[in-house]
């Protein structure tokens, strides 16, 4: 298995509608992180998180939320999905600060 | 914030080439990584590298880190190498990714 598991790979919804992507870990890693990847823009960071108890907004959380329900689990919302969220997400983990992060491999979502 | 710059953006070699990825970044720095994304999107963290050399298979890295960069060296490269090299430094919260360098080898 997988050391970060992201689910679902892919899918495709409307425009309006809520979908959850979801994430978990066996790395035991504390910190998780949710990014999305768009051509030509990079990675950029949506939400992190370095325990249960704590969640921080990253550089572009506006329309997005998140939860995290155990060490292992850190799933994202998409309350209202619009056309621009279309994009590569992915999870990842880290142990310490400055430390090797591993990702998901990705949910690709498409909003129609 | 910490700026990284990726060398070359794009190459092209031919199966059995060796090539030379250059990653410099503006500031001091203790935690330089190398990732691979695949063809299908997948990152693979390949190395974890804040200073000196470390070797996997036909792939090794390079950080002097008092001289601000890196490089990621591909010996014998295959087309299972194609792709996107991203270097990148994490700071308290976050990986600051360099633009890449796209690899392409052909059969």
């Known amino acids: 298995d997988a050391d970060v598991t992201q689910t679902p790979r892919n899918r495709i919804t409307k425009t309006g509608k809520r979908i959850m992507l979801e994430c978990s870990q066996t790395?035991?890693?504390?910190?998780m992180y949710w990014y999305r990847q768009d051509p030509g823009l990079g990675l950029r960071l949506i939400y992190y998180s370095f325990d249960v108890k704590d969640i921080n907004k990253g550089e572009i959380s506006d329309g997005y939320s998140v939860s995290r329900q155990a060490q292992a689990k850190f799933s994202l919302s998409l309350e209202s999905a619009i056309p621009n969220q279309t994009a590569l997400y992915f999870c990842?983990?880290?142990?310490?600060?400055?430390?090797?992060?591993?990702f998901g491999s990705g949910t690709r979502l498409t909003v129609v | 914030g910490i700026q990284v710059e990726q060398s070359p953006p794009d190459l092209i070699l031919q199966e059995g080439a060796n090539s030379t990825l250059r990653c410099n970044f503006s500031?001091?720095?203790?935690?330089l990584q190398w990732f691979h994304q695949n063809p299908w999107g997948q990152l693979i963290n390949l190395f974890y590298i804040p200073s000196g050399t470390k070797q996997n298979g036909r792939l090794s890295a390079t950080t002097v880190a008092t001289e601000r960069y890196s490089l990621l060296y591909i010996s014998s490269s295959q087309t299972t190498d194609s792709g996107v090299y991203f270097c990148a430094v994490s700071g308290y919260s976050t990986l600051t990714f360099g633009k890449g360098t796209m690899l392409l080898v052909s059969p």
């Open positions: 990842a983990t880290s142990d310490l600060p400055g430390g090797a992060y591993t």
């Open positions: 790395k035991g890693h504390d910190r």
């Open positions: 500031d001091s720095v203790n935690n």
